[in-house]
């Protein structure tokens, strides 16, 4: 080991990390996969009320898919939170 680095990822820590890292990143895949498949209903569903009613329709079926792109937004924040505490990161 260089001089000056210690190496906090042996023993118990360094098990204690693989293990968080693990159910971090599954958890986060999950989260992410959940948010983007609900973003694209979102964004589907929209697109049909759209295409259904034209024009007078367009306000709500754009709602709708701007509601889901949030969603499929705010999934992706949380998937990345969850994925950086499982590494230990701030």
Same mark, same amino acid.
């Given at each position: 080991? =260089? +001089? !000056?680095?210690?190496?906090?990822?042996?023993?118990?820590?360094? @098990?204690?990390?693989?293990?968080? !890292? @693990?159910?971090?990143?599954?958890?986060?895949?999950?989260?992410?996969? #959940?948010?983007?498949?609900?973003? @694209? %209903?979102?964004?589907? +569903?929209?697109?049909? +009320? $759209? !295409? %259904?009613?034209?024009? %007078?329709?367009? =306000? #709500?079926?754009?709602?709708?898919?701007?509601?889901? $792109?949030? +969603?499929?937004?705010? @999934?992706?924040?949380?998937?990345?939170? #969850?994925?950086?505490?499982?590494?230990?990161?701030?």
């Amino acid at each position: 080991m =260089p +001089i !000056g680095e210690s190496n906090q990822d042996t023993g118990v820590t360094g @098990a204690a990390k693989f293990v968080t !890292g @693990a159910v971090g990143n599954t958890v986060g895949g999950v989260s992410r996969t #959940v948010g983007n498949v609900t973003g @694209a %209903a979102g964004r589907g +569903i929209g697109d049909t +009320i $759209t !295409g %259904a009613t034209g024009s %007078a329709g367009k =306000p #709500v079926g754009d709602a709708v898919g701007s509601l889901g $792109t949030g +969603i499929e937004n705010g @999934a992706a924040g949380v998937a990345k939170g #969850v994925e950086n505490a499982g590494q230990w990161k701030r």
